[in-house]
């Protein structure tokens, strides 16, 4: 009798840490948290505060922040992101929306959002994607216009455009406000401060000129 009642309470707390775990943001308590975007906040907590309800409108939950791409980078990529501050009304709805663009050859180097699992729809151009599991499998895909293809929360992924004529325009969803990204890369050659020399040459197996030359090629 003792040890079933331990049995059962194993299985409930096994199932509620389940849960706990395949689930995204907090659920919202209410309708929507409008995120007060115009008072700074002097106190820190997990999301944005609301405005009072009564002021909500219908524009707080749109945006033209996706409209125009942005500025390519040294990989000739830009990711434009909805966030509370263009799109308060997103605020604990536990999502945001990306704009991908890709120039031809440019690549989003293998990256992770720690918070978030992102589901792509490819509009224009042609794409190679992957991500690598927890057993360093790879998973790789070629997309054309209008396929789809969903990276599970937290692994490295990629997107190159393999086109050498059209740029590539993708969008996303992510299951988080605030995803975060981290390029594995710029993770490791290009912190604030350096990581040290020893751990890189160690860690990547190169020398010491390779840890200067890839930091300084990363811009690092
Ligand atoms: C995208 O472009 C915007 C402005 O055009 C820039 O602020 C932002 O850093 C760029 N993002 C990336 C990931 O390149």
Do not use: W
């Amino acid at each position: 009798m003792e040890i079933n009642y331990i049995f059962m309470l194993q299985l409930l707390l096994g199932r509620f840490f389940l849960l706990g775990y395949v689930r995204s943001d907090p659920e919202p308590l209410n309708d929507y948290c409008v995120a007060d975007t115009k008072n700074p906040h002097n106190f820190f907590l997990n999301g944005v505060p609301c405005i009072n309800p009564d002021h909500t409108l219908a524009s707080h939950f749109a945006t033209s922040a996706l409209s125009k791409p942005g500025d390519l980078n040294q990989f000739r990529f830009n990711v434009t992101l909805t966030n509370t501050n263009n799109l308060p009304g997103l605020n604990t709805l536990g999502l945001v929306m990306a704009r991908i663009d890709i120039a031809v050859d440019g690549l989003v180097p293998p990256h992770s959002h720690p918070r978030a699992s992102e589901v792509t729809i490819l509009l224009k151009g042609s794409l190679l994607v992957g991500f690598v599991d927890t057993s360093n499998r790879l998973y790789t895909q070629r997309l054309r216009p209008g396929d789809c293809f969903v990276f599970p929360k937290g692994l490295i992924h990629f997107l190159y455009n393999t086109d050498m004529v059209n740029p590539a325009l993708a969008v996303s969803g992510l299951s988080s406000q605030n995803p975060g990204t981290q390029v594995s890369s710029l993770a490791t050659f290009a912190t604030r401060p350096p990581i040290p020399d020893e751990v890189l040459k160690k860690g990547f197996k190169v020398n010491g000129q390779d840890v200067i030359k890839i930091r300084k090629n990363l811009g690092g």
